[in-house]
């Protein structure tokens, strides 16, 4: 069983910076990939970005490329995207999600365990 907060969303102006945080509750938290989803309003919830238990493989969408990166610390159950150069259409409640390293890494369905989500607003 794993327990997911996430936090550091807010309002910030085009082009500036975020880092969202994800905070796991459990002593398995190693055990589990970990992956960012966002979901804008009026819109179905996307895929963002992927890390593998180890830390070793990360994958992202096209539209993140370059500007997202997540990170993980299992030392202290903490997985972390950072947002730079944001632009108005990464505006969305963004999600972690907890599941195995999975092949299917970009489906809701592979996750079994979800935070509450994180707004981020990006103006323009």
């Known amino acids: 069983q794993v327990q997911l907060v996430e936090s550091g969303g807010g309002l910030v102006q085009a082009g500036g910076s975020l880092r969202l945080s994800c905070a796991a509750s459990?002593?398995?938290?190693?055990?589990?990939?970990m992956t960012w989803f966002r979901q804008a309003p009026g819109k179905e919830r996307e895929f963002v970005a992927f890390i593998n238990r180890y830390g070793s493989s990360t994958y992202y969408v096209d539209s993140v490329k370059g500007r997202f990166t997540i990170s993980r610390d299992n030392g202290k159950n903490l997985v972390a995207l950072q947002m730079n150069s944001l632009k108005p259409e990464d505006t969305a409640v963004y999600y972690c999600?907890?599941?195995?390293?999975?092949?299917?890494?970009?489906?809701?369905?592979?996750?079994?365990?979800w935070g509450q989500g994180t707004q981020v607003t990006v103006s323009s």
């Open positions: 459990g002593r398995t938290f190693s055990m589990y990939a």
């Open positions: 999600a907890a599941g195995p390293d999975s092949s299917y890494y970009s489906r809701q369905s592979t996750y079994a365990y």
